[in-house]
C-alpha cells in the first residue's frame, strides 16, 4: 500500500466538527513557579485574562501556611506589576489547611491588602464557587 492509500475522512465526522462548543474562557499568558529560599517554600501560578481582568493567580497549599512570606509576597506583588504588568494578584488559598491556620494565614494577608472575592470579574456571568480554594485578591 502506498502513502495515499488511506481513507478519505468519513462525512459524520466532519459533520461534528462544530459539536463541541469553543473555548470562551480568557487565555493564560504565563505559567510561574515562585521559591522563597528565605521561608524554604514554593508555590506555582498562571497569569491570564485580557485588558482589566489580567490578573497573575498564586495557589498557597499547606507547605506555605505557617512560614514567613513577606518575601514571597513582595516578590509576587513586585512580578505582577512589573514583569506581568497586570492589575490583580490572587491568592488561591486551600481550603484543606486546618481552620485555625487558614484564619491565621488570612488575616495575615488582609493586612497586607488582600481580601475575599469572587470569580465575577472573570467568569462571565457564570456562578464558580470552588470546593478546593478560598480566592483573595489584591489590586495593584
Not at 76 to 86: G, K, M, P, Q, S
Request: negative net charge; glycine residues 8%; charged residues 20%.
Amino acid at each position: 500500500m502506498g502513502a495515499n492509500a488511506h481513507s478519505p475522512p468519513d462525512e459524520v465526522v466532519s459533520g461534528l466538527n462544530n459539536y463541541f462548543p469553543r473555548w470562551s474562557g480568557q487565555p493564560i499568558d504565563a505559567w510561574i513557579e515562585v521559591w522563597d529560599y528565605t521561608s524554604g517554600s514554593s508555590f506555582r501560578g498562571f497569569v491570564g485574562g485580557n485588558g482589566d481582568t489580567k490578573s497573575l493567580f498564586a495557589f498557597f497549599d499547606s507547605s506555605v501556611v505557617g512560614r514567613e512570606q513577606k518575601q514571597g509576597l513582595m516578590a509576587l506583588i513586585e512580578l505582577a506589576e512589573t514583569v506581568f504588568a497586570v492589575t490583580q494578584v490572587v491568592i488561591c488559598l486551600d481550603r484543606s489547611i486546618s481552620e485555625v491556620d487558614r484564619k491565621a494565614f488570612m488575616k495575615n494577608l488582609r493586612w497586607v491588602g488582600f481580601e475575599a472575592i469572587t470569580f465575577d470579574k472573570w467568569a462571565n456571568a457564570l456562578d464558580v464557587t470552588s470546593d478546593k480554594w478560598l480566592f483573595l485578591g489584591m489590586e495593584i
